[in-house]
């Protein structure tokens, strides 16, 4: 109590002028993201707070702000940091520097393989990272019965991790046909989190289903595409978080949308989004740019990505350049294009030295990868139909067509036909309990020879490979065995690409920029057969959604994901 007290006091003593303040930004230019003006003067920093704005300040250290726009710190509304395939201690170091000073996490990745050993991995990262991580906690381990997982979480699990200092709430509940279903492991999930915050996931989730869904607790939805389902879901109540990961690019869609009026119930986010993209690219800066560029007005824009995220969470202390408000800041050298000069968290500047003594967690699930080596007779589609049902990749989204097409047939099976883009797709059961394998085709890669593999496969991260030939698809998988997880790319019979994940099968022990690198040379590598996808790997990692529409593939087989049942392949 005393220390909080002393702190209180110096807090006044400093707003008051009557100490100096801790940090002082001098002569600078703010964005007001509660009026939208740009208004001008010194910013008064003491520990971790704002406690001046409006007025003229000395400090302890001082700051030339001349020149520069000071922003609130950004906030991703939703990432799976296993997605950026780097510990979260090397999403740290990635993406603070660029602004993202918050981030809202579903560790659901490591979850599905590992259970609670994985959650329990990313709340010990939260406390050792210097961006401020809240991890929700994850609703749908495994998302559905159409897939083998490595684990189970029931609402029992989860009750348990519900007043730790990292936890907002549950995160993304994906099953949504099992609310509508009214099943009992579903709503018991949902019924222990209705004073908590529940993230959505509800793709072309609609009409009275979509108020069904609403009135289970759901706030928020990242996987909205299109500025018509954007306005019935704002209509209803429901955040809209503005996506723009590796895959699924929507802010171009959605960018329209943003205005006075609904900026106050939009977020950003990026979901899915690995360190090449965001080197290329960038993070939440990224998504600011982008929706500036295409006529969004730039302080809703702002205020989307900030304050607006900030309250959709319940995060009261952050979100405005204000007294009383942490101080989590931005200093850009241009505003609209949202280039960042300075990131201040918690009201120290960053620099390599924030990192510096936060050693990452030791690493888990580094023999996840339980599967035998494969044969080429694993491969095999037995003879039927020539007319099936084949998935169709749409470049930028994970939502993919249910195609029918003509599957040429010989020797008693059907075969991929890479002249006509008809590749054959599997997905091997890798968690040890099982050794399903499911088996279809896909079109939408383009390559005439060789074979991709993955052990990201969302979400319940099986062996998912794609090719030409079953003798290059089986290479590609026994190499992924070897690696206990990560990408391969193999091509008439040669290993010509790959990354290794032993993590968990998701993520690398290596620098971030050390992934960018090996990420860059794997994606060249699968152009050079022909791919035409900027995102070959992340797309394949989809294909095992099976609660994405409209057809996907498991472990268990092809998944008609509208009707939510299994299809012969």
Not at 103 to 109: G, R, T
Not at 111 to 137: H, I, K, P
Not at 226 to 233: F, G, L, N
Not at 384 to 407: D, N, Q, W
Request: glycine residues 10%.
């Amino acid at each position: 109590m005393t220390g909080g007290r002393q702190e209180l006091m110096r807090r006044i003593d400093q707003a008051l002028g009557r100490a100096r303040a801790d940090l002082v930004i001098k002569d600078t230019r703010f964005l007001n993201v509660a009026t939208g003006e740009i208004a001008e003067g010194d910013i008064a920093i003491c520990g971790d707070r704002i406690v001046g704005t409006y007025e003229s300040y000395d400090g302890v250290r001082e700051i030339d702000g001349r020149g520069l726009t000071v922003v609130p710190g950004f906030i991703d509304t939703h990432v799976h940091c296993e997605s950026t395939c780097v510990t979260p201690f090397e999403f740290d170091r990635c993406v603070l520097p660029r602004g993202t000073t918050t981030a809202i996490c579903d560790p659901h990745e490591i979850c599905n393989v590992l259970g609670e050993r994985g959650l329990t991995y990313f709340l010990e990262s939260a406390g050792r990272m210097a961006l401020d991580l809240r991890v929700q906690l994850s609703s749908c381990v495994p998302a559905t019965d159409l897939e083998t997982s490595g684990a189970r979480l029931e609402a029992d699990d989860l009750v348990r991790y519900r007043d730790h200092p990292h936890v907002l709430g549950l995160a993304e509940f994906m099953n949504f046909p099992g609310v509508f279903a009214k099943l009992p492991a579903v709503l018991d999930k949902l019924a222990a989190f209705q004073d908590r915050h529940i993230d959505g996931h509800a793709p072309l989730v609609r009409g009275r289903e979509l108020n069904a869904y609403l009135s289970c607790g759901v706030r928020n939805c990242h996987e909205t595409t299109s500025a018509d389902e954007a306005w019935e879901k704002l209509r209803k109540g429901m955040q809209v978080l503005i996506r723009d990961g590796s895959v699924s690019k929507d802010v171009h869609a959605l960018a329209g949308v943003i205005g006075p009026e609904t900026s106050p119930f939009l977020g950003f986010c990026t979901d899915d989004r690995n360190p090449l993209d965001i080197a290329e690219e960038g993070h939440m800066d990224h998504l600011i740019r982008a929706a500036i560029k295409l006529g969004a007005p730039v302080a809703h824009v702002y205020r989307a990505a900030t304050w607006s995220a900030a309250r959709g969470f319940g995060l009261f202390d952050r979100g405005l350049v204000a007294p009383g408000q942490r101080a989590d800041l931005v200093l850009l050298d241009d505003l609209e294009d949202c280039a960042v000069n300075t990131v201040i968290k918690g009201g120290a500047v960053v620099s390599a030295e924030t990192f510096a003594g936060r050693g990452p967690v030791d690493p888990v699930g580094l023999d996840s990868v339980r599967l035998d080596p494969v044969r080429v007779e694993d491969f095999r589609v037995p003879e039927g139909p020539s007319a099936r049902p084949v998935i169709g990749v749409l470049p930028g989204k994970i939502i993919t067509e249910r195609l029918t097409l003509e599957v040429p047939q010989r020797r008693g099976e059907a075969v991929a036909d890479p002249d006509r883009d008809i590749l054959k797709v599997c997905v091997f059961a890798r968690h040890g309990s099982n050794r399903n394998v499911g088996r279809g085709f896909v079109r939408g890669f383009g390559f005439a020879e060789g074979a991709i593999a993955s052990s990201v496969g969302h979400d319940s991260h099986n062996v998912c490979v794609v090719g030409a030939s079953d003798a290059d698809m089986a290479i590609a998988v026994n190499r992924l065995i070897e690696l206990q997880g990560g990408f391969v790319a193999v091509r008439n019979g040669h290993v010509i690409g790959e990354i290794a994940l032993p993590l968990a099968g998701l993520m690398s022990l290596n620098p971030f920029e050390t992934v960018e690198r090996e990420l860059k040379d794997l994606r060249a590598s699968v152009r050079a057969m022909g791919c035409p996808l900027a995102e070959p790997f992340l797309q394949l990692a989809f294909l095992p959604l099976p609660v994405i529409p409209h057809l996907k593939i498991t472990d268990m087989g092809l998944v008609d994901v509208d009707r939510f049942e299994l299809v012969d392949a």
